[in-house]
């Protein structure tokens, strides 16, 4: 047997994709790497690629019910032959056969257990090898529907699998009244981490309000919360943008979780706190460098798929796109923005649709998009100022320069792409439907001048 060939046994029968830090340990190993040096030619800590290992060696064992390690792995491969009904599978590429009736409809987070889950190395490995690091504070951002909530429930269910406590905190949640209070605010997250944590809210036997809510909250988390829970402990913090509106919370908030990561340099009981921030949007709330937590820390971008990614995804629905022309006509209209390439694929699935007739009416009200495209739409018009800055971006034909604050609400809803200091439509069928829906009505005069048209974009 061939290293290709057990890489390609394994993803058949795990019904799932390799790491990249397997693959990394697989190839390596069969060339006689050790840990440290696969460490030092990537971004795994030594001791994370070595529990990945073991872990790796077991699953191989029990699949081939042969007793595999690091040391004695290609001298076993190589002495067995692929079982005939392996052959088959592997030829066949049996990775995911497509069942219509468990098809699940692309709707929220995808489920830990998906066959729908497509990494996008090396985000999801870097993710996990920076929450094993003591005192950490790991930045995710990306837009709307870019699947940042499926990588936060991975990482957490990373963390479980490590032994540590966590905590998952969606600002989504929050409501409106208590993100206009710093005091309520603070004791309603100290509140939540705790339950969260299974401890018993003990807030009044700490809270001071002579010395302030933020010192309170820091006491409260140093002198009770770190002390009772032993493990490490991840706080993930879940479309934490919402609050950038709120300046009074924001503007304290952010600042204290600074602190934290800064105390954890110096008091051991913080080390324990890994902090995960995700966000859809750039802070547009006046900080200073050194108060904003949005430039510490390991800062992790989500991409688009690539091609060879959504022909992966295409594959495990059961289609065959291996030549790649279906992917690129489909990518042509929604690029690689995952939530739509997924909806498109269901509904190939689904409705036995060609990828000419499901394009052709994508950005119309009898399209398989116009829940989201009607969402969008009713977000910029409840803001008219916003509206007039995205009608510029539809008029123009290359990426223009508007104010901060409208161009970081209009990435974080997805419709845009920052270029620098300027931004650009994310994809054709946004630029279609809102051609139709917004520029029939344009108004004949923008609240802020638009650029000279005979200029070359740099």
């Given at each position: 047997?061939?290293?290709?060939?057990?890489?390609?046994?394994?993803?058949?029968?795990?019904?799932?994709?390799?790491?990249?830090?397997?693959?990394?340990?697989?190839?390596?190993?069969?060339?006689?790497?050790?840990?440290?040096?696969?460490?030092?030619?990537?971004?795994?800590?030594?001791?994370?690629?070595?529990?990945?290992?073991?872990?790796?060696?077991?699953?191989?064992?029990?699949?081939?019910?042969?007793?595999?390690?690091?040391?004695?792995?290609?001298?076993?491969?190589?002495?067995?032959?692929?079982?005939?009904?392996?052959?088959?599978?592997?030829?066949?590429?049996?990775?995911?056969?497509?069942?219509?009736?468990?098809?699940?409809?692309?709707?929220?987070?995808?489920?830990?257990?998906?066959?729908?889950?497509?990494?996008?190395?090396?985000?999801?490995?870097?993710?996990?090898?920076?929450?094993?690091?003591?005192?950490?504070?790991?930045?995710?951002?990306?837009?709307?529907?870019?699947?940042?909530?499926?990588?936060?429930?991975?990482?957490?269910?990373?963390?479980?699998?490590?032994?540590?406590?966590?905590?998952?905190?969606?600002?989504?949640?929050?409501?409106?009244?208590?993100?206009?209070?710093?005091?309520?605010?603070?004791?309603?997250?100290?509140?939540?981490?705790?339950?969260?944590?299974?401890?018993?809210?003990?807030?009044?036997?700490?809270?001071?309000?002579?010395?302030?809510?933020?010192?309170s909250c820091t006491i409260y988390f140093e002198a009770?919360?770190?002390?009772?829970?032993?493990?490490?402990?991840?706080?993930?913090?879940?479309?934490?943008?919402?609050?950038?509106?709120?300046?009074e919370v924001a503007g304290e908030f952010l600042p204290?979780?600074?602190?934290?990561?800064?105390?954890?340099?110096?008091?051991?009981?913080?080390?324990?706190?890994?902090?995960?921030?995700?966000?859809?949007?750039?802070?547009?709330?006046?900080?200073?460098?050194?108060?904003?937590?949005?430039?510490?820390?390991?800062?992790?971008?989500?991409?688009?798929?690539?091609?060879?990614?959504?022909?992966?995804?295409?594959?495990?629905?059961?289609?065959?796109?291996?030549?790649?022309?279906?992917?690129?006509?489909?990518?042509?209209?929604?690029?690689?923005?995952?939530?739509?390439?997924?909806?498109?694929?269901?509904?190939?699935?689904?409705?036995?649709?060609?990828?000419?007739?499901?394009?052709?009416?994508?950005?119309?009200?009898?399209?398989?998009?116009?829940?989201?495209?009607?969402?969008?739409?009713?977000?910029?018009?409840?803001?008219?100022?916003?509206?007039?800055?995205?009608?510029?971006?539809?008029?123009?034909?290359?990426?223009?320069?508007?104010?901060?604050?409208?161009?970081?609400?209009?990435?974080?809803?997805?419709?845009?792409?920052?270029?620098?200091?300027?931004?650009?439509?994310?994809?054709?069928?946004?630029?279609?439907?809102?051609?139709?829906?917004?520029?029939?009505?344009?108004?004949?005069?923008?609240?802020?001048?638009?650029?000279?048209?005979?200029?070359?974009?740099?």
């Open positions: 047997m061939t290293l290709d060939e057990l890489m390609s046994l394994l993803r058949v029968m795990q019904q799932r994709n390799l790491t990249p830090a397997q693959e990394r340990i697989l190839r390596q190993g069969w060339e006689g790497k050790t840990y440290t040096h696969m460490a030092q030619s990537s971004e795994y800590e030594c001791d994370y690629l070595k529990t990945t290992g073991a872990r790796l060696w077991q699953s191989i064992s029990e699949l081939l019910e042969v007793q595999i390690s690091k040391d004695n792995f290609r001298s076993q491969i190589e002495k067995l032959e692929l079982k005939p009904h392996w052959k088959v599978l592997i030829e066949r590429e049996m990775f995911y056969p497509p069942d219509l009736k468990s098809l699940e409809y692309p709707s929220g987070p995808v489920p830990l257990n998906s066959p729908f889950y497509i990494n996008r190395p090396p985000i999801e490995e870097l993710a996990y090898a920076e929450i094993a690091k003591p005192g950490c504070i790991l930045r995710i951002k990306a837009p709307r529907e870019m699947g940042k909530t499926s990588l936060i429930n991975r990482i957490v269910d990373r963390g479980a699998q490590l032994g540590y406590a966590t905590i998952n905190v969606d600002f989504q949640q929050v409501e409106r009244s208590i993100l206009t209070d710093l005091d309520k605010f603070l004791r309603w997250f100290s509140k939540l981490v705790s339950k969260g944590l299974n401890l018993t809210p003990q807030l009044d036997e700490y809270w001071d309000e002579d010395i302030g809510s933020k010192l009770y919360v770190l002390q009772r829970i032993k493990t490490p402990v991840i706080l993930a913090f879940n479309e934490i943008n919402r609050i950038f509106k709120y300046a204290l979780l600074r602190s934290w990561y800064e105390r954890s340099q110096q008091v051991k009981c913080w080390q324990n706190l890994r902090l995960v921030v995700v966000y859809s949007t750039e802070v547009y709330v006046d900080l200073q460098l050194h108060q904003s937590p949005f430039n510490i820390g390991m800062p992790l971008k989500l991409p688009e798929f690539t091609r060879s990614q959504v022909q992966e995804l295409a594959r495990r629905h059961g289609l065959n796109w291996k030549e790649g022309t279906q992917a690129k006509q489909l990518m042509a209209i929604v690029g690689g923005h995952p939530a739509l390439v997924r909806l498109a694929l269901y509904h190939f699935c689904r409705q036995n649709l060609t990828v000419k007739q499901l394009l052709e009416n994508a950005h119309t009200e009898a399209g398989i998009y116009r829940d989201r495209l009607r969402r969008k739409l009713a977000i910029l018009q409840r803001n008219r100022e916003l509206t007039a800055a995205f009608q510029q971006l539809l008029t123009a034909d290359r990426p223009l320069k508007l104010p901060s604050i409208f161009a970081y609400e209009l990435e974080s809803l997805g419709l845009v792409k920052l270029e620098g200091e300027r931004v650009r439509i994310s994809c054709e069928l946004y630029r279609r439907y809102f051609q139709q829906q917004l520029l029939v009505k344009a108004p004949s005069s923008s609240p802020y001048p638009r650029e000279p048209t005979d200029r070359q974009s740099p």
